[in-house]
């Protein structure tokens, strides 16, 4: 497996210490086998989100001096206000504190009681949004998408037999946007082809219908299009994001994923009657029009991270790196989620401990087991993620039982990928010693969040 070197050199450096064995065991028992309440000073390598744990570069940092923190009209808005335009090409752009208060803003205006959203799977918080505001999400993802083993090249794409049945169904009336992610973060940061987001476009624009992109990782879902779709190869990718964003009418954008920042996020869109409702709904979740949530030296970063996050070399690495990790895993047999997406490798952790039954929880005590192996933190995405259903409060069990390796962007080397997949291949040659959790402290939404564990 050839490693594609970094196509950065490292200015800044941020020690790493590794707890010994003793002091891990404490450490989880205290965090109640949830990797999420461990605290980062605990932690070797992090691998729990991609989400604001990028690097920023010299220029990013130079650029934080730069911030203009007016109240209003701030000069650094009107910077990212333009790379937005200039990158996507949408008319109209709604700064938000991270994608959740684009999500928000979005839900809120478009969504009655009632109404149903489709999307290429779920999100968290983006069903959350829908859901509070009295719609359903409805999946229309490829059938695919929800068997870690079937190879496609996009396998987030959207079923548009499912999409038409469901306006055929409940009619368009009751369908205020389809939902697109690109990538689709829970099925293993898989991409939707070109032509999948067009042939969704035009069934959508048949209907009257909106189609709203969530963009969180939309660099990395043009690259794949540039590796893997016809036609598309040699085309720079800064090209190929502006034609997946024609066929949409707007989206929301969390600045922690692809941007390249820390925090913040925005709404785009086309329309000017639903911008001129966002300007005003803006003003009392986010703030101002000119920063909504960010301060000025936070927008300033963001529009040089977005220049950067289109470079070709840049984004080649960042997949390219976790392709590394996943291809050393599947060479030791380890299951994981095919093919490799482009944020994360995905334990199948159904398959990686086949002796657990689901409601032992393999996700969470994999990723348990994986802290106390080598201090990698990683992220349990399966039963416990998919929290209960309303009606007969029982456990919802989704297809998929996963364990996340998360890569942050220009944070770890290609050596840190060999650390963590050593561990991963030593579990997977003792599995059967894994034993199951089970769950002592339920909170009733959202419970991945603060859930508590113990051995069985
Ligand atoms: N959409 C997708 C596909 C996401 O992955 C996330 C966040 C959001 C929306 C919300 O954005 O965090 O800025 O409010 N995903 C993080 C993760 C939390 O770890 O996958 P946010």
Redesign the pocket.
Known sequence: MRRTAEPYKIKAVEPLTMLNRGEREEALKRAGYNTFLLDSEDVYIDL?????TNAMSDKQWGALMMGDEAYAGSKSWYKLERAVQDLFGYDYVIPTH????A?NLLSQMKIQPGDYIPGNMY?T??RAHQEMNGGTFVDVIIDEAHDPSAELDFKGNVDLVKLEELIDEVGADKIPYVCV?VT??MAGGQPVSLANLKETYTLCQEHGIDVMF?A??CVENAYFIQEREEGQQNRPIKDIVRDMFKFSDGC?M????DPLVNIG?FLAMNDFELYTRARELVVVYEGMPSYGGMAGRDMEAMAQGMYESIDDAYIEHRIKQVRYLGEQLMEAGVPVVRPIGGHAVYLDAKAFLSHLDREMFPSQSLAAALYLDSGVRS?ERGIVSAGRNKETCEHNVPKLEMVRL?IPRRVYTNSHMDVVADSVINLYNKREQIKGLSMDYEPPTLRFFNARFSPL
Do not use: H, Y
């Open positions: 729990l989100t991609d989400s604001g991270q994608g959740r208060g999500e999100f918080t983006t992610a689709v973060n969530d969180t990782r929301t969390s600045g922690k994923k996020g992220m998360t």
